[in-house]
């Protein structure tokens, strides 16, 4: 971050030049990015009627509390369930995967095999091929996974690898071999060198991928509504699709509604900014 | 339990190996492969492989009837199939052009001496972050051709909006407009750490060189950003031709059929119990993204031998 603003030594030192640009992007940006979610948060504390007029009048009355209360209440309090839902699959699907990948980037990286042609393919196979839906649900019903949440686990693990595994294999590559060399001379074994010595060191890619993987299944959408039908497993995503024609009516519960699905991504991305954009370009351009 | 059977055959191998200890056992064991291949290849590659021979049948998930070709003949036979197909190269292509021309414009300014960066930088990139469905019904109200905050905007200036998302055909660029403001974030930001790897040395010299902004540009930054560029517009693309969550949330693929996909095609023929054709529609989803993607892969690999 701190090179980014090193890059440009300045031509001549136009003090203006840089604030009337800067000025004028954000007021830009404020139209294009901020007045979205000034709307979204709006019609969230208003009444029905108020907001399905959709614009931007202040509210004749604020009801956020009331709006909020209706829509968790919902359906039998379904947005808690969807939450809870959610909240497994995303913790149980990203702990899987960020063992599982740094595992495979680590013996691709290190080791020198015929095999590492193939892994390589597959890996980038699974970035391009869209999953097969309907024979992916045939096999989960084989496997008695389908509408299960671990199937859902298991599928955005499947699902997530790919990129996972590219990401570990290019920081795996920046740390020194004689590190697990040394451990190995010390007669630690496979599992001890790849869990005491390697994990630790991929933390910062580790806290990426954990924040960019928690966000999109927590955001997914298509998979859930693919493989986790029924109305006990319903995830986040697919409440706000559900609410939709039952809240036809109801703009201010709606979006509540989106209001309350966007703010754990909101948290994540308080508490982790710089992580992501740092972790992203890191392991997208060398890539 | 699958490590397991990984070790037991690693251990089988060395037995046969033991007199003449000409190889150690590695401390990379390929059975470390194993726990994530084993996922990978039932829930994604078996599907994949199966799909090559349901797209050939009539399926009702329990019985499978061979018929040939006859989905994929059917598939460019419905006028509405078609214009699925067509949408789809429209919104990939769409999307993918606008989020790496608009990235990159948008990461040089990002990078460059001005005030309010950091904050421009969070504006930008929030919305990757924020649920698509949610995204798409905000945009759904606000496109509302009369009572919709664009329209009424519009109104004020004295232009008649058009019907963004009720207009035939312009409903799938509406949504695709969308899915650009939601992702051009990511496409930013990877430009970002392209232009910061260029050393400044490059630029000085350029400067030097009397080369005028708009040259330090087109000179410096496009041809150095290539990485980046490559990144962005194959993800992009990618991404572009197999979505539908926003479409979905906007549009349904309608008015009508004129803003389906393949991928949304291939849920309603799901949703209506044809499996084979659905499957069909998934080997042509592959077939087109192979199509595009690796003769593109290709030539921008044969360029930077040429660089």
Redesign the interface.
């Known amino acids: 971050m701190t ?9 001549r030192p136009t003090k203006w030049r ?2 009337v ?3 004028l ?2 007021a830009v ?2 139209v ?5 979610f000034l ?2 948060a709006l ?1 969230a504390v208003k009444n029905r009627r108020d907001a399905s ?4 009048a202040w509210p004749s009355e604020w009801q956020a509390w009331q709006n909020f209360r209706d829509v968790i209440s919902e359906r039998n309090y379904m947005l808690l369930l969807a939450y809870f839902n959610s909240t497994v699959i995303t913790v149980g699907a990203v702990a ?1 995967l960020i063992v ?2 740094a ?2 980037g ?3 990286q ?2 020198r ?1 015929r ?1 590492n042609g193939i ?1 390589m393919a ?1 890996v980038l196979a ?16 084989g ?1 008695g996974l389908f509408k299960t949440i671990h199937g859902m686990i ?2 955005q ?3 997530g ?1 790919s990129f996972s ?1 590219l990401l570990y294999r290019a920081f795996i590559a920046t740390i020194p071999k004689e590190l ?2 040394a451990a ?1 001379i010390d007669g630690a074994k ?1 599992l001890q ?2 869990f005491r010595v390697i994990l630790p060191l991929l933390r910062p890619v580790t806290v990426t991928l954990i924040v960019v993987q928690s ?1 999109a299944i927590f ?1 997914d ?2 998979n859930p ?2 493989y986790l039908p029924g109305r006990e497993n319903v995830t ?2 697919l409440t ?2 559900n609410f ?1 024609s039952q809240f036809s009516s109801q ?1 201010n519960l ?2 509540m509604n ?1 209001l309350l ?2 703010i754990p ?2 948290i ?2 308080i508490f982790f ?1 710089r992580q ?2 740092a972790g ?3 392991g ?2 060398k ?1 | 339990m699958a490590a397991g059977v990984g070790l037991s055959s690693a251990d089988v191998r060395l037995q046969g190996r033991a007199p003449g200890r000409t190889r150690r056992r ?5 059975w ?2 194993l ?2 291949a084993v ?2 290849g ?7 492989v ?2 090559l021979w ?1 797209s050939l049948t009539r ?1 009702t ?1 329990f019985e499978a009837e061979f018929i040939g070709f006859e989905n994929f003949r059917q598939f460019f036979r419905e006028p509405f199939l078609v214009q699925g197909v067509v949408n789809t190269l429209i919104y990939g292509a769409l999307t993918s052009g606008l989020k790496t021309v608009l990235g990159l414009l948008l990461a040089v ?1 990002l ?7 950091g ?9 990757v ?7 798409g ?3 759904e ?2 496109m ?1 051709p009369t ?3 664009i329209n ?1 905007a519009l109104e004020a200036v004295g232009i008649d909006g058009p019907g963004w998302i009720t207009n035939p055909s312009l409903a799938l660029v509406s949504v695709a407009l969308v899915d650009v ?1 939601k992702g051009v974030g ?1 496409a930013t ?2 430009f ?7 050393p ?1 040395d490059y ?2 010299a350029a ?1 030097i060189d009397g080369a005028t902004r708009w040259q330090l540009f087109w000179r410096v930054t496009v041809p150095l950003v290539r ?2 560029t490559v ?1 962005v517009v194959t ?1 992009s693309l ?1 991404g572009g031709l ?1 979505y ?2 926003l479409i ?2 906007m549009t349904g693929g309608g008015p009508g059929f004129s803003s389906d996909v393949i ?1 949304s095609v ?2 309603k023929q ?1 949703q209506a119990g044809f ?1 084979g054709l ?2 069909a529609g ?2 042509i ?2 077939g087109i ?2 199509l595009v ?1 690796l003769p593109l892969t290709w030539w921008f690999n044969r360029r930077e031998v040429d660089l």
């Open positions: 090179a980014m603003s090193a890059r440009r030594p300045r031509r840089p604030i640009t800067g000025a992007a954000m940006a404020f294009v990015f901020v007045v979205p709307f979204i019609q007029r959709l614009n931007f899987l599982l990948a595992m495979v680590y013996v691709l290190r080791r095999s095999l892994v597959l699974g970035l391009m091929i869209p999953p097969a839906v309907v024979p992916t649900i045939w096999v989960l019903q496997l298991l599928i693990v499947a699902y690898l595994v697990d060399e190995i496979p060198v790849f966000i955001n959408f298509t509504l693919y986040v995503q706000l699709y939709q703009m709606l979006f989106v699905v966007t991504p909101l994540v991305f900014n992501i954009v992203m370009t890191a997208a351009v890539g | 590695s401390p990379y064991p390929t470390f492969f726990p994530a996922i990978y039932a829930l994604f590659l078996l599907p994949t199966a799909s349901f399926w998930l300014l990078t460059g001496n001005i005030l309010f960066r904050t421009l930088r969070t504006l930008v990139f929030f919305p972050l924020v649920s698509t469905i949610g995204v019904f905000a945009f109200a606000m509302h009572k919709g905050v009424v403001w990511l930001v990877i970002m750490a392209g232009i910061v790897s260029i400044a630029y000085e400067r990485p980046a990144t993800l990618i197999r539908f969550e979905w949330a991928a291939i849920y799901y499996y659905a499957t998934n080997v989803l592959f993204i192979a993607v």
